[in-house]
């Protein structure tokens, strides 16, 4: 059993920004030289999520949209009295989708459907310098 792990560091806009990292994490599962396992994608904060979505502009629009609607921004959240950040709504929403995806490594590829896409949603009120760490377990 092999394991290969690698940290990918991007940029965000914040406030919901959706960013395809497909391709990034096909390069690294490609580099490991793994052929069948599994690939583990997380990302490292606690406002950030990691999840998969068909990557286009409508569906990216209602995402915002519907995060929007079930954790408002606009809510006193007792976080936001703690640590006077404003950004207590990035927290939940991060912890709603989850901060680690695993996808099936078959043939030295991930196995996604042709309208599925890797995503990283930055949910904090400002633009982050984000990271995430790929790990690839197989043969």
């Known amino acids: ?22 391709d990034r994490v096909e390069d690294v599962v490609s580099d490991s030289g793994i052929k069948s396992g599994t690939a583990t994608v997380f990302v490292v904060g606690s406002t950030a999520s990691v999840t998969t979505v068909e990557y286009e502009p409508g569906l990216v629009k209602d995402i915002k949209t519907l995060l929007g609607k079930l954790i408002p921004s606009n809510v006193d959240w007792a976080h936001n009295e703690t640590w006077g950040d404003g950004n207590g709504h ?27 896409q890797v995503v990283v949603i930055d949910h904090d009120n400002r633009a982050r310098s984000r990271e995430i760490v790929v790990q690839i377990v197989g043969e």
């Open 90 to 116: 990035s927290h939940l929403r991060a912890l709603l989708i989850g901060s680690s995806l695993t996808v099936p490594v078959v043939n030295g590829g991930l196995t996604l459907g042709t309208w599925q």
């Open 1 to 22: 059993m092999a394991v290969f792990s690698k940290s990918i560091k991007f940029q965000t806009n914040g406030r919901d920004d959706v960013v395809d990292m497909t």
